[in-house]
C-alpha cells in the first residue's frame, strides 16, 4: 500500500516537474518575443538606463523620497506636540481636582467646627 502512494507521489512530482518547467520555457519565449517588439523609444530608453543616463529621475525619485521623510518627520513631531500638550492638560485637570478635594475637605472641617462651636 506504501509503495502505491510513494510511486503515485513520485509520478505527480515528476508531472509537476515537468509542467514547472514547460511554464518556464514558454515564459522565456515569451520574454524574448517581447524583447524583439520592443519599440525604438523602449529601446534607447533601456540602453539609456543600462549606461546610467537616466540620473535625473533617480535624483528626482530620492529628492521625493526626502520629502517623503520630511513630512512623516513633521507629522510624528506634531504628534509628540500633541501628546506633551494632552500630557500637560491631564495634569492640570489632576491639580484643579485635587484641589477642589482639598477645599471641600476645608468647608466640612470648618462646618463640622461650625458645628461643635454651636454645640458648645
Known amino acids: ?6 510511486v ?4 505527480r512530482v515528476e508531472s509537476n516537474v515537468t509542467a514547472l518547467k514547460t511554464v518556464q520555457a514558454l515564459i522565456r519565449a ?5 524583447n524583439l517588439d520592443l519599440s525604438q523609444y523602449d529601446k534607447e530608453r533601456l540602453h539609456q538606463h543600462r549606461l546610467g543616463l537616466n540620473d ?5 525619485e530620492e529628492e521625493e523620497d526626502e520629502e517623503e521623510e520630511e513630512v512623516d518627520e513633521e507629522e510624528v ?3 509628540e506636540e500633541e ?3 494632552n500630557e500637560e492638560i491631564e495634569e492640570e485637570e489632576e491639580e484643579d ?13 470648618e ?10
Open 1 to 6: 500500500m506504501e509503495k502505491k502512494t510513494t
Open 8 to 11: 503515485g507521489l513520485e509520478l
Open 30 to 34: 515569451e520574454a524574448v518575443k517581447r
Open 56 to 60: 535625473d529621475e533617480e535624483e528626482q
Open 77 to 79: 513631531e506634531g504628534e
Open 83 to 85: 501628546d506633551e500638550e
Open 97 to 109: 481636582e485635587e484641589q477642589e478635594e482639598g477645599i471641600e475637605e476645608q468647608e466640612e472641617a
Open 111 to 120: 462646618k463640622e467646627e461650625e458645628g461643635e462651636n454651636e454645640g458648645t
